[in-house]
């Protein structure tokens, strides 16, 4: 079956500290994997999405790797901001137009 | 940037009730799909939809949901008879590419 998991939960971080949020997923043949960023009752903000041709991606302060044969992804967070703090849900597709499967998230937050 | 828009924002609703989730994919877009999110677990995927049929759908999409693009800019997802267990935020994408766009959510709340 497959899955997609995010260890951990939840983490809390001072300000200014860099961070990392990691995702595994039980099939590396995968199409492509996608970052989201979810506030609060609210809905899916996308970061970044890796290609499965592709070993990473950068947007500003976020990076995100991809490691196939592993079957991981990293979310790199540089200099966290208090605004940073949000559930990051990452997310995977396995074929083409298919449906998107998500991890269950890591809550985020960021202390002054 | 174009966007994908659902309405309402917020529907609340009776058991039993039919329901009419609505939304409206970036206009190029072929691929249309929706997904649930139940309060505090994660995002789930209920139905994909190209070329005017149902090309995939999970266990959940059970015979009380259905899918239709009645013209050519609306994409709709309606619960028959809702249940309690229905209540959730529910999301519409679209994607030209693998990537999917998603929406605001639509937050369905079954009394």
């Known amino acids: 079956k497959q899955e997609v998991t995010q260890i951990p939960a939840a983490l809390s971080v001072p300000e200014g500290e860099n961070l990392v949020l990691n995702c595994s997923f039980t099939d590396s043949a995968i199409y492509n994997l996608q970052w989201f960023r979810q506030d609060p009752g609210k809905g899916l903000t996308s970061l970044l999405l890796i290609q499965s041709s592709q070993r990473e991606q950068t947007s500003g302060r976020l990076n995100a790797s991809l490691d196939k044969s592993s079957g991981r992804s990293t979310l790199y967070i540089a200099a966290s901001q208090p605004g940073d703090s949000a559930t990051y849900l990452c997310?995977?597709?396995?074929?083409?137009?298919?449906?998107?499967?998500f991890g269950t998230g890591t809550k985020l937050q960021v202390i002054p | 940037e174009p966007e994908v828009t659902q309405t309402p924002s917020h529907q609340v609703t009776q058991m039993g009730q039919e329901v009419i989730l609505r939304c409206v994919p970036i206009?190029?877009?072929?691929?249309f799909y929706w997904y649930r999110q139940i309060l505090g677990q994660k995002v789930e995927f209920l139905v994909s939809f190209y070329n005017n049929e149902i090309s995939e759908k999970s266990e959940i999409f059970d015979d009380q949901f259905s899918v239709e693009r009645p013209d050519g800019s609306n994409f709709t997802l309606k619960i028959r008879s809702t249940k309690l267990e229905d209540s959730a935020m529910y999301f519409c994408?679209?994607?030209?590419?693998?990537?999917?766009?998603f929406g605001p959510g639509t937050r369905l709340t079954v009394t």
């Open positions: 994408a679209s994607s030209e590419s693998p990537k999917q766009y």
């Open positions: 206009s190029n877009h072929l691929y």
């Open positions: 997310a995977v597709v396995w074929g083409g137009y298919q449906k998107v499967t």
